[in-house]
T-cell receptor, first 110, second 114 residues
Framework: AQRVTQPEKLLSVFKGAPVELKCNYSYSGSPELFWYVQYSRQRLQLLLRHISRESIKGFTADLNKGETSFHLKKPFAQEEDSAMYYCALSARFAGNMLTFGGGTRLMVKP | GAGVSQSPSNKVTEKGKDVELRCDPISGHTALYWYRQRLGQGLEFLIYFQGNSAPDKSGLPSDRFSAERTGESVSTLTIQRTQQEDSAVYLC????????????FGEGSRLTVL
């Protein structure tokens, strides 16, 4: 069975400060990892996926199989980054069914 | 519509009543998911439909919960004899078969059980 853990329920930083949202997973196979984001009064939407190795809105995330982590990072937080962030895992050969972490609320203060 | 549509957006009901929540996925998406989001908590998987395969019901919390899907279209989530702990936002999502893991979510149905 797969499990995703986001240890911080709330992360508060000042504008311009670096931010790191932690995500750890447990899965015996080869996982696919994702970050989803939900801005205030908007739908939950995909932010980025590890397989694409992309940077979206300045955010990056590196899959560390040794530490079973997929932390989300941004060097300089902006107020518009304030949102709820969910880490998610998809097990290979299990279709697209995603297991989500508990979420971290990021608050970026001016 | 272009996105996943859910109805009702808000439902207030009395304990013990049955409720039905509806989800219209994006046209052409063969996979459909239901998740539950309780206040202050993360997303809890409920059920997953993929094409004509048997649904994965492993997340349904009790036999009061059931879901159906007609072909590759509309799905209904039914909660019988609602309890106060059923109060939550119920999210539906859809995706393409063999896709890249991107789920497209609806706005959710907020259920309040008094």
């Amino acid at each position: 069975a797969q499990r995703v853990t986001q240890p911080e329920k709330l992360l508060s930083v000042f504008k311009g400060a670096p931010v790191e949202l932690k995500c750890n997973y447990s899965y015996s196979g080869s996982p696919e990892l994702f970050w989803y984001v939900q801005y205030s009064r908007q739908r939950l939407q995909l932010l980025l996926r590890h397989i694409s190795r992309e940077s979206i809105k300045g955010f990056t995330a590196d899959l560390n199989k040794g530490e079973t982590s997929f932390h989300l990072k941004k060097p300089f937080a902006q107020e518009e980054d304030s949102a709820m962030y969910y880490c998610a895992l998809s097990a290979r050969f299990a279709g697209n069914m995603l297991t989500f972490g508990g979420g971290t609320r990021l608050m970026v203060k001016p | 519509g272009a996105g996943v549509s859910q109805s009702p957006s808000n439902k207030v009901t009395e304990k013990g009543k049955d409720v039905e929540l509806r989800c219209d996925p994006i046209s052409g998406h063969t996979a459909l998911y239901w998740y539950r989001q309780r206040l202050g908590q993360g997303l809890e998987f409920l059920i997953y439909f993929q094409g004509n395969s048997a649904p994965d019901k492993s997340g349904l919390p009790s036999d009061r919960f059931s879901a159906e899907r007609t072909g590759e279209s509309v799905s209904t989530l039914t909660i019988q004899r609602t309890q106060q702990e059923d109060s939550a936002v119920y999210l539906c999502a859809s995706s393409r078969a063999g896709g890249t893991g991107e789920l497209f979510f609806g706005e959710g149905s907020r259920l309040t059980v008094l």
